[in-house]
């Protein structure tokens, strides 16, 4: 008899387990709660303009490294999305003109050499830590005991030349990114470089971020988060897979310690296997009767800090085709919203075919930091929309300063708070990835439980993140394989 899986969420890690499940032989059906797939890896569309609210780099998109294959054995990467390549990656925008952040770790050095000769110190080890981690990746690794279908190659020299980074990766793993960049004294550079990603991680995230843009990696695959997670969806189907849209999942159900499925809607859906791929921090005390109480979940409940953003989209009637991609502007002033304060303001552009209406572009802006404890507080008020309506007006006030050519020209505006996050996909706080903090081990939950139970995606590595979801959501599929004594059937 052929086993069943069932997999919780059709999220990115989701899609991938059920393409990996599919391919190695598993009856495989899919429960989303959503009507959509991509979970918060999606985009959205306002009167015509689409809001890119997930993907903005992707890990493994670079074709010469080995997850690449992942996500293309995934079916995330066709012929219908090409990577693009934003360069420069991020640009600041001061009144004395634009600093660019190249691709090219050469040009980007000279460029921030001559911006800011003060920091000659800062930015010669900024360019040696980029290169030192040069051939730093993801390794697409397989369990051990594994049996396959398809042999795997593997090559020792991949590990090896991973070793200067992995000598650097203990004193960047014990600052912050804001330690990092403030060894920086020209203000343009801190502006630029604390932009990139929430000041809390690590700098150890920061570099590994910064050199996969050097080194050809992190693309932005055109057509966006959805259609990415579309194909993930359509590649799942043509293996056999099974999809439920608008199907919560009330409770993993086991009986004498076995699995026997999970209940929606009331039923109990039969299975042999059940993998949870939504986020694990609410998955411990909602999905299992009793409530877990392991040490990695008693850990989890305890020191888990979430990592989430605001994300303010604009449909604006005029073509910016000219102006960066990714803009960074210093504030003269403060920016407050959701209890936070902003220094710099972070504009993505979408002046590219399929996002906007002819001659329009979309414009979006996420503010990085922990703001659901304020939201929430204005959801049991009863001021959250009128919170966020004075966020959205101030804000399209602050990008018709900073762009002058939008002003007037704003014609859609949509907002989403950690709350929208929580009340669609379920995550915890309404967080998208984990805060990794300096010097820390966030708490995860394993890949494998025991028989019958995985988990894969958010909260199973250390940040989470897309290369995260993709990684587990392959790996998780190996112990499910061995465990039930089915060759894994990919890459
Ligand atoms: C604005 C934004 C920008 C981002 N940018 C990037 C980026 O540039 N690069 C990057 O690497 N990462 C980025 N991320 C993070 C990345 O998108 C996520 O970490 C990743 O998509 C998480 O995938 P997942 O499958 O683990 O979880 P999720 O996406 O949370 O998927 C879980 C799924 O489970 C479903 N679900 C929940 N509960 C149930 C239930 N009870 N029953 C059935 N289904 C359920 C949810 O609806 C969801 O579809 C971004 C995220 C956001 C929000």
Redesign the pocket.
């Known amino acids: 008899m052929i086993p069943r899986l069932i997999i919780?969420?059709?999220?990115?890690?989701?899609?991938t387990a059920g393409v990996y499940a599919a391919k190695s032989g598993f009856r495989t059906l899919i429960?989303?709660?959503?009507a959509t797939?991509?979970?918060?890896?999606t985009c959205w569309k306002r009167k015509g303009y689409t809001f890119e609210?997930?993907?903005?780099?992707?890990?493994g998109s670079g074709d010469h490294l080995p997850l690449n294959k992942v996500w293309r054995e995934a079916g995330a990467l066709k012929e219908n999305n090409p990577v693009y390549n934003k360069d420069p990656f991020f640009v600041l925008e001061t009144p004395s003109g634009e600093l660019p952040l190249w691709r090219d770790p050469g040009k980007m050095y000279r460029t921030l050499l001559e911006h800011a000769p003060e920091d000659r110190r800062p930015i010669r080890q900024l360019k040696r830590h980029i290169r030192w981690f040069k051939y730093f990746h993801s390794p697409v690794t397989d369990i051990p005991g594994l049996e396959r279908s398809v042999p795997k190659p593997w090559s020792p020299m991949e590990f090896i030349r991973m070793f200067p980074a992995l000598l650097l990766a203990p004193w960047l793993w014990a600052i912050s990114v804001g330690d990092y960049v403030s060894r920086f004294r020209n203000k343009d550079l801190k502006d630029l470089l604390g932009s990139i990603m929430n000041p809390g991680h690590n700098a150890l995230s920061f570099i590994v971020t910064v050199s996969s843009f050097c080194y050809g990696d992190s693309g932005y695959p055109s057509g966006g988060?959805l259609l990415m997670a579309r194909n993930m969806e359509e590649t799942f189907r043509r293996c056999g897979g099974e999809i439920r849209y608008n199907?919560?999942?009330?409770r993993i159900v086991e009986e004498d310690g076995k699995v026997k499925g999970a209940m929606?809607g009331g039923d109990l859906i039969e299975s042999d296997a059940v993998l949870v791929?939504?986020?694990a921090r609410?998955a411990i005390d909602?999905?299992f009767s009793p409530t877990l109480t392991d040490r990695w979940a008693l850990k989890m409940r305890r020191r888990l800090r979430t990592g989430q953003?605001m994300?303010i989209g604009f449909g604006v009637r005029a073509d910016l085709r000219e102006l960066p991609k990714s803009m960074v502007f210093p504030l003269g002033k403060p920016f407050e919203a959701g209890g936070l304060s902003f220094n710099t303001l972070n504009i993505h552009n979408y002046a590219m075919d399929g996002y906007a209406p002819e001659g329009c572009t979309t414009l979006t802006v996420?503010l990085l930091g922990d703001s659901y404890s304020y939201w929430k507080a204005a959801r049991e008020d009863g001021s959250y929309y009128d919170r966020k309506q004075d966020v959205v007006q101030r804000l399209c006030r602050m990008v018709e300063e900073l762009i002058p050519s939008v002003k007037g020209l704003i014609e859609v505006t949509d907002m989403a708070t950690p709350m929208t996050?929580e009340r669609?996909?379920?995550?915890h706080q309404g967080g998208?990835?984990t805060l990794w903090q300096k010097h820390t081990l966030t708490p995860v939950a394993p890949l494998r439980y025991r028989k019958g139970i995985y988990f894969?995606?958010?909260r199973t590595s250390l940040s989470?993140?897309?290369?995260?979801?993709v990684s587990?959501?392959r790996k998780v599929v190996q112990y499910i394989c061995r465990d039930f004594g089915l060759p894994f059937g990919g890459y």
Do not use: Q
């Not at 919780?8 to 899609?15: D, R």
């Open positions: 919780i969420g059709a999220g990115i890690s989701g899609l429960l989303e709660k959503c797939p991509g979970g918060v890896s609210g997930g993907v903005h780099w992707l890990t988060s199907t919560p999942v009330e929606a791929s939504v986020d609410n909602r999905l953003c994300f996420l996050v669609f996909c379920g995550n998208y990835m894969a995606g958010l989470g993140g897309l290369p995260i979801a587990t959501g």
